[in-house]
């Protein structure tokens, strides 16, 4: 079965620097990967996903994530933060006939 | 579309009453997932349904939870007796297949207060 893991439980950067959350997967082929954003009382909202081809994948409000299969990870990055990033961000990987498996999810803070 | 829709948003209830939250998948989605939120345990998939029947309830904690999807655009997942530890977010989320090849949908949650 797959699994996940987001390394860092809480990241503070300042506003207008650059951002990049870690994310981890184990699976033993190719699955696809996906990055979501929950703001304070709100639900889940995708970012982003990969399923195949470009390893580069650009997403929703300036996020991009890249694939790297030799580190088995998906990190998601972004060039300058804005105070409206602050959120939990979580990964989550599908693979073979289950459900996705979300990590534990990553809270950003943006500091003036 | 409107997106999933979840109700109650909140919901403040006494240790011991019946809770009902309910939600409304995206119309041409076969696929429905429950999903509990809490500080300590993270994101907890509860149980989920494909084409309106029941595939895998395992994350349901005890015999107090209970869910059902009588049709395809209507889903409930029912406490009872109601206690203190269940209080939590509670996610609603509706997807093409459940493998989620295009991603789930989530709803807004309830947040669920028992006291």
């Known amino acids: 079965a797959q699994s996940v893991t987001q390394p860092d439980i809480h990241i503070t950067v300042s506003e207008g620097a650059s951002l990049e959350l870690r994310c981890n997967y184990s699976y033993g082929a190719t699955p696809y990967l996906f990055w979501y954003v929950q703001s304070p009382g709100q639900g889940l909202q995708l970012l982003l996903k990969?399923?195949?081809?470009?390893?580069l994948v650009q997403g929703i409000k300036g996020f991009e994530a890249e694939f790297k299969r030799s580190q088995s990870s998906f990190n998601l990055r972004k060039p300058s933060v804005h105070w409206s990033d602050a959120a939990e961000y979580f990964c989550a990987v599908g693979a073979g006939n289950t459900p996705l498996v979300f990590g534990k999810g990553t809270r950003l803070s943006v500091i003036a | 579309d409107a997106g999933v829709i979840q109700s109650p948003r909140h919901e403040v209830t006494e240790m011991g009453q019946e809770v009902t939250l309910r939600c409304k998948p995206i119309s041409g989605h076969n696929s429905l997932f429950w999903y509990r939120q809490t500080m300590m345990r993270g994101l907890e998939l509860l149980i989920y349904f494909n084409n309106n029947v029941p595939i895998d309830d395992s994350g349901m904690p005890e015999d107090r939870f209970s869910a059902k999807m009588p049709n395809a655009s209507f889903s409930t997942l029912k406490i009872q007796p109601s206690e203190p530890r269940d209080s939590a977010v509670y996610f609603c989320?509706?997807?093409?297949?459940?493998?989620?090849?295009?991603?789930?949908?989530f709803g807004s949650g309830t947040r669920l207060t028992v006291v």
């Open positions: 989320a509706s997807s093409l297949n459940h493998q989620g090849t295009y991603g789930y949908t």
């Open positions: 990969y399923f195949s081809g470009d390893t």
